[in-house]
């Protein structure tokens, strides 16, 4: 079923309203964004540092507020739905529709600021010694692919674009940028027409890209541990945003198309086993790296299974959903500690606090 786009007369209530959020996700993003592409890199050191990250450096990994505000106005939206009042989740809806398109302000940022200037040339440099010493094996890009329903294949073809560009082409950027538009377009048919199968493909696909953002972004945004982290941040960050352009041209040829059912519970719990299996690596944080870069690789591929638990939580009914979030806050809090005290503890927490098992 396609959708006409209403006109600027005919927007709904949250679209009339101005935003006025002086801590935005947004703000922040646009924030990072500048300083990424002022072609800015920290100082390289002589030597292999482990010391423990500043205070300013753990203040860096953080869900942007919104996120908040999504988790509360969904969990209404989606109770009320399935008890039938279908007023109360109206009304809900309207406040998923803004939070999500204020997630949307924030990918359109990225996307502009992303994988200019300088950057194109430290992630063009560096590709080659990645792929050198395996480098590429080990960052966590077959999972991103995955976690945006793109082939394994398409890792591939962004690796090529980066070693022959440095980043996506202006004419991928726009097209990227049209995509997010069209799902804009894709909200305000929403709040009209109160389609709430629709928000949910919408809400499922916006929550994945935004967090992935707000992974590596925070990730290049923070303090260095070794000379080459910074470049291997770089090439992760340039690497996602080929991806998310390529998922959102998917989406877009789709038109957000009806999903295989899948059983909600069975997909959290698979994410949270995966987020179990792999923490333990997380241990060698705390050791000399295996090869330049391994501690960003690690760090950011515990950051994409916490960001898959969190997403796959979103849709259940659950009362602990509030607590296993904060938790997920937690690890990757914990990662730049000074000692793994606090993620052993987390691990055990997380085992314990699983999410509900298929009914």
């Known amino acids: 079923m396609s959708y006409s786009v209403p006109g600027p007369g005919h927007e709904g209530g949250f679209f009339r309203r101005k935003r006025e959020q002086t801590e935005s996700v947004v703000a922040q993003a646009r924030q990072s964004a500048d300083q990424l592409s002022a072609g800015t890199r920290p100082p390289d050191r002589e030597a292999v540092s482990h010391r423990p990250a500043r205070e300013e450096e753990r203040r860096t990994f953080r869900e942007p507020p919104v996120l908040d505000r999504l ?151 923070s303090g260095a541990f070794a000379v080459e982290e910074p470049v291997v941040k770089e090439v992760i960050k340039t690497a996602v945003v080929g991806l998310v352009a390529a998922a959102l041209q998917l989406a877009a040829n789709h038109a957000l198309g009806e999903r295989a059912k899948r059983d909600r519970a069975t997909v959290a719990g698979n994410a949270h086993a995966a987020l179990l299996a792999d923490l333990p690596q997380a241990h060698a944080l705390w050791d000399a790296p295996a090869y330049d870069g391994e501690h960003v690789v690690l760090r950011t591929r515990i950051g994409i299974r916490c960001c898959v638990a969190r997403v796959a939580s979103i849709p259940l009914d659950w009362p602990d959903k509030r607590r296993y979030w904060d938790l997920l806050d937690a690890v990757n809090a914990a990662l730049n500690e000074e000692s793994p005290a606090d993620l052993a503890r987390l691990l055990r927490t997380l085992a314990a606090l699983r999410p509900p098992a298929p009914r």
Do not use: C, Y
């Open 71 to 221: 988790l509360e106005h969904e969990g209404i939206r989606s109770a009320a739905h399935a008890a039938g009042d279908l007023r109360l989740a109206d009304r809900a809806l309207v406040d998923v529709v803004g939070d999500l398109d204020e997630l949307l302000d924030s990918a359109a940022t990225h996307l502009r600021g992303t994988g200019r200037g300088r950057s194109r040339q430290h992630v063009q440099e560096a590709l080659p010694h990645l792929v050198a010493m395996s480098g590429v094996a080990a960052l966590p890009l077959a999972d991103v692919a995955e976690f945006l329903g793109l082939p394994r294949e398409q890792v591939d073809e962004v690796l090529r674009t980066l070693a022959r560009n440095g980043g996506i082409s202006p004419a991928e950027r726009h097209q990227a940028l049209r995509n997010v538009e069209w799902l804009r377009e894709q909200l305000r048919q929403v709040e009209v027409t109160k389609n709430h199968s629709l928000l949910e493909r919408v809400l499922e696909f916006v929550s994945k890209f935004v967090l992935l953002w707000v992974v590596t972004i925070a990730s290049a945004a």
